[in-house]
């Protein structure tokens, strides 16, 4: 069932000091998806870490897929805490195995200059656009279990530009879209910041595909996520439209890499991606 806010997606139920139990997912997919994993392990380490200390980057690993009909739980292990920075490693498991490993950093915020290398693409507002993941997945990659899979996770993708073809080519253009989570999302900054790494998982990877013109539910191909990297730049809303730019950056050797840059409506990077996936082609 559809969870009513964002904040359900987090509350954990504490078993120790550092170790955390979270529901079963709320869509029943073959593997859990792995923004989950991100925003709830978030959560786990932000219990441990001073509130004054904002969260500014993780390194994550997706090791094995997760059972959506289990909890999950999360073991935070202090790596460090110093005077302006701390650091977590987050682990989740399920009947003993380890599904996901996670190193983050939170640090004190201080004042400094700011710089922007991007500046956000000159992009139609969205009120004006009306092409949804749905009717992506309805047009061009039919997917059996998106009625309980995406449908079910509390987010609003708005496409841009979507790939329109299947053509081969060795330029595929940055893929844009509008989204936000669809639900109630508590105003806490840590709370934000969990709801922004849901998003930054969602389509990222499915792009490694298009330089061959194939689309990531093709019964020919097989794919997942491996890691996923994420640096934030100061405060967001992932309850209101962000344009997250995401780019094909290389495929080779059975991988393909992305990367991805999230704007508030104002132009502000809020934040940067970085994933690898595994590619399989079942056919030349």
Not at 147 to 167: G, S
Not at 198 to 215: A, E, M, N
Request: net charge negative; hydrophobic share 35%.
């Amino acid at each position: 069932m559809p969870i009513q806010s964002f904040d359900e997606l987090l509350q954990l139920q504490s078993e120790s000091e550092d170790s955390f139990s979270a529901p079963a997912s709320p869509d029943k997919g073959e593997r859990m998806f792995g923004g989950q994993f991100l925003a709830q392990a978030i959560a786990a380490a932000s219990r441990t870490v001073d509130p004054s200390r904002a969260i500014h980057s993780l390194h994550a690993y997706f090791l094995r897929p997760g059972d959506t009909e289990l909890a999950v739980r999360y073991e935070v292990d202090h790596v460090r805490d110093g005077r302006s920075y701390s650091h977590r490693q987050v682990s989740a498991l399920q009947q003993g195995k380890q599904l996901f490993t996670m190193l983050a950093s939170w640090c004190v915020p201080t004042r400094s200059p700011e710089y922007f290398g991007s500046s956000m693409e000159d992009v139609p507002p969205p009120s004006e656009c009306d092409y949804t993941y749905e009717d992506f997945c309805r047009d061009q990659m039919p997917d059996p279990e998106y009625e309980t899979t995406v449908k079910t996770r509390p987010m609003d993708i708005l496409y841009i530009n979507p790939p329109r073809t299947r053509e081969v080519g060795n330029h595929v253009p940055n893929q844009l879209m509008w989204m936000k989570i669809s639900v109630p999302v508590s105003p806490n900054p840590s709370v934000q910041h969990s709801a922004l790494a849901y998003l930054s998982d969602s389509t990222i990877i499915d792009h490694i595909v298009l330089p061959f013109g194939k689309r990531w539910r093709d019964e020919d191909f097989e794919g997942t996520s491996l890691d996923h990297a994420m640096w934030f730049h100061g405060d967001c809303r992932a309850d209101q439209w962000i344009l997250f730019e995401q780019a094909v950056e290389w495929t080779g050797i059975g991988r393909g890499f992305t990367t991805g840059k999230m704007f508030d409506q104002t132009g502000r990077l809020i934040a940067s991606i970085a994933q690898e996936g595994l590619m399989r082609f079942t056919t030349p």
